[in-house]
């Protein structure tokens, strides 16, 4: 069973980089498969910023391209979240996840969703 | 971007009834279309993935339906573990975007 871990720093002044690692145990990073970071401000709904391929492909989210990075790092079985120039906005419980493989037999086409989801960890950004 | 509106946004319903939760995307996504559940202070789970297949381990009291912009969740025989709140997610195109949630709360 895959198991993800968020870590990171709980506090990050504004202006600065928020960066997260989220740590993969009971699998391999390095398997056929897309790694994501999903967000939640307190008392609000998900949402989306990114994720990237074992390969290293990223897809992000347009809102928050410009400031994001997500990399992967096979040697640890982990894969990292940079958001940089960051305000009290971006305050709020960030997610890891992992996507699983889907081929839809009847339309011939493949996706993949999410299945596991990390615990979460609060990052607040303040002074 | 793909918008995903959730209705109700939330709900009252008591153990034992049936609830239905709408999700409709802003322009066709097949049914390429997850379904999750979060409970306060946890991280979501996953319940259903393309529109009306379960996870292994969801009990088959949930259920998915639908197909290019309109989709339900259909929770039957509602147990108190299940009060929570329900995000759709469409995987169709990115960015990748979610419903704004549907609280179910006990009557």
């Known amino acids: 069973q895959v198991q993800l871990q968020e870590s990171g720093p709980g506090l990050v002044q504004p202006s600065g980089t928020l960066s997260l690692t989220c740590v993969v145990s009971?699998?391999?990073?390095?398997?056929?498969?897309?790694w994501s970071w999903v967000r939640q401000p307190p008392g609000k709904g998900l949402e989306w910023i990114g994720e990237?391929?074992?390969?290293?492909?990223?897809n992000y989210n347009p809102s928050l391209k410009s400031r994001v990075t997500i990399s992967v790092d096979k040697s640890k079985n982990q894969f990292s979240l940079n958001l940089s120039s960051v305000t009290a906005a971006d305050t709020a419980l960030y997610y890891c996840a992992r996507l699983e493989y889907y081929y839809n037999s009847r339309d011939h086409y493949s996706l993949y969703y999410v299945d596991h989801w990390g615990q979460g960890t609060l990052v607040t950004v303040s002074s | 971007d793909i918008q995903m509106t959730q209705s109700p946004p939330s709900l009252s319903a008591s153990v034992g009834d049936r609830v239905t939760i709408t999700c409709r995307a802003s322009?066709?996504?097949?049914?390429?279309l997850g379904w999750y559940q979060q409970k306060p202070g946890k991280a979501p789970k996953s319940l259903i993935y393309?529109?009306?297949s379960l996870y292994s381990g969801v009990p088959s009291r949930f259920s998915g339906s639908g197909s290019g912009t309109e989709f339900t969740l259909t929770i039957s025989n509602l147990q108190p573990e299940d009060f929570a709140t329900y995000y759709c997610?469409?995987?169709?195109?990115?960015?990748?975007?979610f419903g704004q949630g549907t609280l179910v709360e006990i009557k």
């Open positions: 322009q066709a996504i097949r049914n390429d």
């Open positions: 997610l469409q995987h169709n195109s990115y960015p990748r975007t």
């Open positions: 990237i391929y074992q390969s290293g492909s990223t």
């Open positions: 009971g699998g391999s990073i390095s398997s056929s498969t897309w």
């Open positions: 393309a529109a009306s």
